[in-house]
């Protein structure tokens, strides 16, 4: 059974600071895996999306990583700012189960002005 | 063009009356998936419909809980005499279809439920 764990379960970090996001899965075979950012009281947005032949992916100021032999990705920040504060999850698409995303439990981050 | 789309925002109801929660997905996407997020369960799939194919019912918890769509678009989310258990945040997703690698699901704002 696929699991997900993100770590650290919250953090927080003055204005201007770079950052690193964690996620672990325990069975490599995967299609994809996909960072998301979600608003207290709001659905999910997307942030990248890294297909299982890829190493990592770019937008901006965020750059997410993918080792899937190793099970893990980064999602690194730069130049934080008070309006990145949200929860941070991670999710990956299995081979096993190829309908659907298996969820770790985010990271609630809290960027300082 | 518009996001998913899900209503009602907010739904409170009392213990053993059946909801229906609905989800418009973005046009020209084939793929709904329905999610839940409750407080201690994090994020956990329920249902996936993908085009005209039978959808895939596997995470759905009980048999209290149905999912149906229509003309290959809006979807309805019914959970039956609903239990205080049931409370949660009901995530809507859309994608464009789905192969090996897979595309980026898209969320709508949830509803939220509560269940006195």
């Known amino acids: 059974k696929q699991e997900v764990t993100q770590i650290p379960a919250a953090l927080s970090v003055p204005e201007g600071e770079n950052l690193v996001l964690n996620c672990s899965f325990t069975?490599?075979?995967?299609?994809?895996l996909q960072w998301f950012r979600q608003d207290p009281g709001k659905g999910l947005t997307s942030l990248l999306l890294?297909?299982?032949?890829?190493r990592e992916q770019t937008s901006g100021r965020l750059n997410a990583s993918l080792d899937k032999s190793s099970g893990r990705s980064t999602l690194y920040i730069a130049a934080s700012q008070p309006g990145d504060s949200a929860t941070y999850l991670c999710?990956?698409?299995?081979?096993?189960?190829?309908?659907?995303?298996?969820f770790g439990a985010g990271t609630i981050l809290r960027v300082k002005s | 063009g518009a996001g998913v789309s899900q209503s009602p925002s907010n739904k409170v109801t009392e213990k053993g009356k059946d909801v229906e929660l609905r989800c418009d997905p973005i046009?020209?996407?084939?793929?709904l998936y329905w999610y839940r997020q409750s407080l201690g369960q994090g994020l956990e799939f329920l249902i996936y419909?993908?085009?005209?194919?039978?959808?895939?019912k596997s995470g759905l918890p009980s048999d209290r809980f149905s999912a149906e769509r229509t003309g290959g678009s809006v979807s309805t989310l019914t959970i039956q005499r609903t239990q205080q258990e049931d409370s949660a945040v009901y995530l809507c997703?859309?994608?464009?279809?789905?192969?090996?690698?897979?595309?980026?699901?898209?969320f709508g704002p949830g509803t939220r439920l509560l269940v006195l």
């Open positions: 999710a990956v698409r299995p081979v096993e189960y190829g309908n659907k995303l298996v």
């Open positions: 419909f993908q085009g005209n194919s039978a959808p895939d």
């Open positions: 069975d490599s075979a995967i299609y994809n």
């Open positions: 890294i297909q299982s032949s890829q």
């Open positions: 997703a859309s994608s464009l279809v789905t192969g090996t690698g897979g595309q980026t699901q898209y």
């Open positions: 046009s020209g996407h084939t793929a």
